[in-house]
């Protein structure tokens, strides 16, 4: 990096831009700022998990949420589903395809047709997860309940 109140781009693109002496502070760190790599430098290293890593990620989209609560019923078709939700058919198979590589489906030939179906085992991880968080807001909301109640007693009073 240049020096303090000088130019950081130069020729065609410089906007005229310069930088002042800075630093950053943090409770473990300080350091000059020319001693940190721009955020650019990170956002390559620091990808998005990809879909197909773990049912959490899977049913992040909408829309695989939605061929699941369809598949809750009982098992169904790549035509069936599309005909409840309005996706095409090469989405829906490829929502199916990402579900089906996490686990949370499974698929069975019958015929020229291949059938869908939950697994729910695999939501199994999602349900504990979600677990803590049931109790704590079950928790709150009593207490909640609670409180309302006694307000109401006082305002007979």
Known sequence: MGQPGQSLLTGPESTGLTYSYMRIY??????????????????????????????????????????LDLLSDGERSVNEIV?????????????????????????????????????PLALKPIGDWLKDYELMWDERLNRLDGYLHEMQRKERE
């Open 83 to 119: 005909a409840e939700i309005p996706v095409s058919q090469p989405q829906v198979s490829k929502h199916l395809k990402v579900l089906k590589e996490v686990g949370l489906v499974r698929s069975r030939t019958a015929g020229r047709q291949r059938l869908y179906r939950v697994d």
């Open 26 to 67: 943090s409770p473990l760190v300080t350091r000059n700022i020319e001693d940190v790599s721009p955020i650019s430098d990170f956002e390559s290293a620091m990808a998005r998990a990809a879909t197909t890593t773990d049912a959490f990620n899977a049913v992040a989209e909408p829309r695989r949420r939605e061929i």
